[in-house]
């Protein structure tokens, strides 16, 4: 099979996953699609899944160092829109991108999310089709362990930063490869993903385990929802649940 073949089987799969009726309900309808942030900002736990996937957008922005002036954000991997929008809101000067690879998915975005200052590309978050030093910041939230490899969007992350901008994702650890990551990505430690950071050129990392706050409860949803297997699956299988923040030097 061909890398263009392998790329369309990849993205019908995705598809299937987020638009299957069943997680349309587990999600209440949302167009969030990550395992949720289960504590507010005050540390007082989040009632439902809904209300924790948008929290996740806010908790990714609560790692940026200086959120006021930013211009340009990028938010890779951005399924079917509502977190770019929601970025919109938390960077009120900023003009946000929403890429993804699935034409569907960025379609459904363009409709439900687009205008103003947010717009939906059609992309490779391994081959950004974006000028060097262009954005100020670069958001993943539950994407990069998809990527193939994670490595060569990190690369790409950090070309189309502008000096001294920041990356923040969120991100998966495992120590064996699965359906949701290839063999190329499984780094099984904090430490060796903070040596991939610092391998490919970025500066002021920092990560942070929020395994607690993510796949823990997340799990529970799903095992109250009559998902057991996938809630054992994902508590076997993921080693960690990470914030990351790096910086581009400069």
Avoid at 16 to 27: E, K, N, V
Avoid at 135 to 145: G, L, P, T
Avoid at 182 to 203: H, K, M, Q, R, S
Wanted: hydrophobic share 45%.
């Amino acid at each position: 099979m061909d890398d263009t073949a392998q790329l369309k089987l990849s993205e019908n799969e995705y598809d299937f996953g987020i638009f299957h009726p069943a997680m349309r309900r587990l999600f209440d309808g949302c167009d969030f699609y990550n395992f949720g942030f289960w504590t507010d900002a005050a540390g007082r736990p989040v009632a439902t899944l809904r209300e924790a996937a948008a929290r996740m957008v806010e908790r990714h922005v609560e790692a940026d160092s200086h959120p006021d002036g930013v211009a340009r954000v990028l938010d890779v991997g951005c399924g079917l829109g509502a977190c770019s929008r929601a970025f919109a809101e938390f960077y009120p000067a900023a003009r946000v991108t929403g890429l993804n690879y699935s034409a569907r998915q960025v379609a459904f975005a363009r409709e439900a999310h687009g205008g103003g200052r947010v717009d939906f590309v059609q992309g490779d978050a391994c081959a950004l089709d974006f000028p060097d030093d262009h954005f100020d910041r670069v958001h993943s939230i539950e994407a990069a362990m998809h990527f193939r490899p994670r490595r060569t969007f990190l690369r790409e992350a950090l070309r189309v930063l502008a000096p001294g901008g920041q990356m923040v994702l969120t991100d998966i650890l495992a120590d064996a490869p699965m359906t949701i990551m290839p063999a190329d990505n499984v780094l099984p430690t904090i430490a060796a993903y903070t040596e991939l950071l610092a391998e490919t050129g970025f500066t002021r990392i920092e990560l942070t385990s929020i395994r607690d706050q993510t796949v823990t409860p997340f799990a529970r949803v799903l095992a109250a929802n009559a998902m057991q297997a996938s809630a054992r699956s994902i508590e076997a299988t993921f080693k960690d649940y990470l914030l990351v923040s790096a910086h581009k030097p400069g």
